[in-house]
């Protein structure tokens, strides 16, 4: 790190000390909002629900880079040879709940930012759009604040979320789109009876087992330019039957679909339905699609990304849509958007940790984006 570079450690410590466990707060919002106040941030706190959000920003003119992350974390759970939320800091580790995922990273944008400024102002505007419902529904969170944000023309150039996106070491992977996601549960009604006499009943175990089978026996894609092949996961079968010479009468599954983009979450559902109903005519089919998928496409902005990272980082990022949902999925909406941040090997585990030379050096990554957005 640079004599004059800001130093993130102090605020992630802040931060990780705030036990906002989604959907509490418990003032990290309060800390963030004060130290960009400081930095000459116009924030605005904007409450939905129970959820506490901000949105701030500084500057008013072209081009917009936004900053985009949360500030709960999921529950810290057993394991932890600390308190998770002392933010100790051990042979050179910061731990504690959100170190990875993601308050570091929001403390090493701030960073970034401040160090900026010491050159002065930026030619254009430095925004944040930080949320704290990312971990659990995500009903009162992003979604709203864009909302808010469209409303009130706020629409940025490019956003940039801090999720931990690196599997070993900081540089190697930039995300630039996420597959959808979609969970089922499938309840298959059948007529109960004694097992000894099947010809009196309607086995719904059997037309489950046959309803899984064709749809996990069907290949729905090989992948395409940016995603890898959709894939479909039975997650649960279910009957409660404590009887072993009992046919129950319903039996139930549950499933995710991870999709790229071949398909949409309806096409998907209507396809659900079809094969279900063929082996199941008495059937509830409950469907939920968390997120469609997307893809901010490689062009200019992209390119600045990658070479702003591969500067600060030696590392030449590989482009990538792979993992989990994350609220780029309603950011994409609004403006372009990637994701880049921490390395995430510990992520949501006991133990959570950052080296803080790596927080340090992501401040000087977020650094070189900010110079290459804004100037």
């Not at 949360?70 to 580790?93: C, I, K, N, Q, Y």
């Not at 026996?217 to 404590?242: C, K, M, W, Y």
């Not at 991870?258 to 509830?284: C, I, M, Q, T, Y």
Request: charged share 20%; aromatic share 6%.
């Amino acid at each position: 790190m640079s004599a004059a570079a800001a130093d993130p450690l102090a605020l992630a410590q802040a931060l990780i000390r705030a036990r906002s466990v989604t959907p509490a707060d418990d003032g990290a919002q309060a800390v963030l909002a004060a130290a960009l106040e400081r930095l000459g941030f116009a924030v605005h706190r904007l409450r939905f629900g129970a959820i506490e959000n901000l949105y701030a920003r500084l500057g008013d003119g072209a081009p917009h880079l936004c900053f985009a992350g949360h500030t709960d974390v999921v529950p810290a759970g057993e394991g932890w040879s600390a308190d998770p939320f002392a933010a100790e800091v051990r042979e050179g580790m910061l731990y504690g709940r959100g170190a990875c995922d993601m308050k570091g990273a929001i403390a090493a944008f701030v960073a970034a930012v401040e160090t900026h400024l010491a050159a002065g102002r930026p030619r254009g505007s430095i925004s944040l759009l930080i949320t704290g419902d990312e971990e659990a529904e995500a009903i009162d969170g992003t979604a709203k604040v864009l909302a808010w944000m469209r409303a009130h023309g706020e629409v940025p150039d490019f956003c940039l979320v801090g999720e931990p996106t690196n599997p070993t070491r900081l540089g190697e992977v930039i995300k630039i789109g996420r597959r959808g996601s979609l969970n089922a549960r499938i309840v298959v009604h059948g007529t109960q009876g004694h097992s000894a006499y099947p010809q009196l009943a309607d086995n719904p175990c059997h037309r489950l087992v046959a309803t899984l089978a064709e749809l996990t026996g069907r290949r729905l894609d090989a992948g395409s330019e940016h995603f890898e092949p959709t894939s479909l996961q039975v997650t649960s079968i279910d009957v409660g039957n404590p009887a072993t010479n009992v046919i129950p009468g319903s039996a139930t599954a549950r499933l995710n679909i991870r999709f790229n983009d071949r398909h949409s979450g309806a096409a998907l559902e209507a396809w659900l339905g079809e094969v279900v109903a063929k082996h199941a005519p008495r059937h509830e089919l409950t469907v939920a699609v968390s997120g469609e998928s997307f893809l901010t496409a490689p062009g200019p902005m992209v390119a600045k990304l990658v070479a702003a990272v591969t500067a600060a980082t030696g590392v030449t990022p590989r482009l990538d849509t792979g993992g989990g949902t994350s609220d780029a999925r309603f950011i994409t909406h609004l403006c372009p958007v990637a994701e880049f941040g921490l390395v995430g090997r510990t992520m949501h585990k006991a133990d959570e940790a950052v080296p803080v030379a790596e927080l340090r050096a992501l401040a000087e990554t977020y650094r070189a984006v900010i110079a290459a957005f804004v100037r």
